[in-house]
T-cell receptor, first 111, second 115 residues
């Protein structure tokens, strides 16, 4: 069983929809939680960074961490075609240096 | 500010041949990472450098992979000999290092195809 599980999709939604992306994990030592966005043939870019539990909002993006359930989510409001990409969750324990990534969810926003 | 630079962007080789990838991190970033990303998977850490010291190489297949970061700036990852299963994207990332400065910035990657 992988330390981090993420549904690979693909997920296809119409423009303007609310998108929910999720990951579960098994290592209770994880404290740092991140979401990366990766466009085709590009490197991942950091989208959201959360330490421990709670919510964090940045524009149309909201990240949630529930450590009790070992479950993290990323919500995208008012989704745009430019949001079409693969979304990777990543997490680490003490210090945020040794990241463990999920498989990535491929998302398509249809105009 | 320039991002992480990697070269080449693409490489096609035959199995058993050697191959090398180069990475130049963001200026001032002390920590450098090499990841491998298989098709449809997330990146997996191969090695992490703090300046010129490899502080985590537990995931590096040392029988065929080697890496160096001379002078604590740019880095080279080498595979010799390459195997079919090494086909993947090799990503380099860098961060400032230190507490609160762990955000990793990724380069575009080198896409390797072994025939």
């Amino acid at each position: 069983q992988k330390e981090v599980e993420q549904d690979p999709g693909p997920l296809s939604v119409p423009e303007g929809a609310i998108v929910s992306l999720n990951c579960t994990y098994s290592n209770s030592a994880f404290q740092y939680f991140m979401w990366y966005r990766q466009y085709s043939r590009k490197g991942p870019e950091l989208l959201m960074y959360t330490y421990s539990s709670g919510n964090k909002e940045d524009g149309r993006f909201t990240a949630q961490v529930d450590k009790s359930s070992k479950y993290i989510s990323l919500f995208i409001r008012d989704s745009q075609p430019s949001d079409s990409a693969t979304y990777l969750c990543a997490m680490s324990g003490q210090g945020a240096q040794k990241l463990v990534f999920g498989q990535g969810t491929r998302l398509t926003i249809n105009p | 500010e320039a991002g992480v630079v990697q070269s080449p962007r693409y490489k096609i080789i035959e199995k058993k041949q050697p191959v090398a990838f180069w990475c130049n991190p963001i200026s001032g970033h002390n920590t450098l990472y090499w990841y491998r990303q298989n098709l449809g998977q997330g990146p997996e850490l191969l090695i992490r450098y703090e300046n010129e010291e490899a502080v985590d190489d537990s995931q590096l297949p040392k029988d065929r992979f080697s890496a160096e970061r001379l002078k604590g700036v740019d880095s080279t990852l080498k595979i010799q000999p390459a195997e079919l299963g090494d086909s993947a994207v090799y990503l380099c990332a860098s961060s400032l290092g230190g507490v609160g400065e762990e955000t990793q910035y990724f380069g575009p990657g080198t896409r390797l195809l072994v025939l």
